[in-house]
């Protein structure tokens, strides 16, 4: 046997176990789910093959085209809220470690603790800091003199969603900074000192040099964050529970999925037919979206 047959054997032993995995771990259960979309279901039994009208349901019958609609607004604001909090907070975070003022090596640390946090802490965590009587932040609210401004953050509608979403970008803001950080130290020091040498202001360098050669890192920060924002579960599960309350203020698509397909406290029925439909859907969708927006976000690099 060859040397180049050696290889491609080799390679072949090495490639094949991985494969095997990831098809039977991740590609069967996609196909399966795919599949029973396509049939009706009575708890755990498969019945009778309905073609496409489980996605038809979703949209024709109130019971399911409400919640559905409602949870996709939801997760339109929570993209938006979080592309501004979180990735342009990010970036500006990014800006003044790049900047290296006194204990950035410190602060480099504590931007990124809490993302290795899991979701549990972090719900629990901020259910005690915004809990309306002993939470820390009606405490500092009430101590500041500003007692009309402490509310039931998360058992008030009007509040409800900005809470999770704030919560979320406190628990993932180290990602987008580590990103867009590791973006600017690719920059040329001299680049910058020309710009300031010219007498370029800081947000002159940040919107003309900074921000055009950083695209890369924007690019990866929003299509993570547009596949997180709609993939969105762990959190509002466990801090405002599986009916996204209250009254439904905090409902998202995940969500809406877990009930239709598992059932929830109030009704325990099963209904894997529209509950795969829907995540056939969502699946489609976000993999549609994030395709176009990356290719539209890597030409935009090429332009800037």
Not at 71 to 77: T, V
Not at 173 to 185: D, K, N, R, Y
Not at 211 to 220: E, F, H, I, K, M
């Given at each position: ?232 579960f762990e959190l ?27 059932g929830n406290q ?39």
């Amino acid at each position: 046997m060859g040397s180049a047959s050696r290889h491609r054997v080799w390679v072949t032993f090495l490639v094949t176990p991985p494969l095997a995995v990831m098809a039977a771990f991740v590609v069967y259960p996609i196909l399966s789910a795919f599949s029973y979309a396509f049939f009706s279901w009575h708890g755990l039994s498969r019945e009778a093959f309905v073609g496409l009208g489980n996605f038809v349901d979703l949209f024709t019958k109130p019971h399911y085209a409400q919640p559905i609609m409602r949870a996709f607004g939801h997760n339109l604001i929570v993209l938006a809220a979080l592309l501004v909090v979180q990735n342009g907070g990010g970036f500006l975070l990014a800006w003044f470690l790049y900047r290296e003022p006194f204990g950035f090596r410190f602060h480099r640390v504590a931007v990124f603790l809490p993302v290795i946090l899991s979701s549990v802490i972090v719900a629990f965590l901020w259910k005690l800091l915004l809990h309306p009587n002993f939470g820390a932040v009606n405490g500092a609210l009430n101590a500041a003199g500003l007692g009309n401004l402490a509310l039931p953050w998360l058992g008030d509608s009007r509040t409800a969603l900005a809470a999770l979403i704030f919560a979320n970008a406190w628990h993932w803001i180290g990602f987008p900074t580590l990103v867009f950080l590791a973006g600017m130290q690719r920059i040329p020091r001299e680049v910058l000192e020309s710009a300031e040498l010219d007498g370029a202001s800081q947000i002159q360098v940040l919107r003309r040099i900074v921000w055009p050669l950083a695209a890369p890192s924007a690019t990866v920060t929003f299509t993570l964050l547009f596949i997180g924002a709609f993939n969105w579960f762990e959190l509002p599960y466990l801090m405002t529970g599986l009916e996204g309350s209250p009254f439904g203020s905090t409902d998202v698509l995940g969500l809406v999925f877990y009930r239709l397909a598992f059932g929830n406290q109030s009704a325990s029925v099963q209904d894997f037919g529209h509950g795969s439909a829907l995540a056939t859907l969502l699946f489609l969708f976000m993999a549609a979206v994030a395709t176009a927006a990356t290719i539209r976000l890597r030409r935009r690099e090429i332009a800037l």
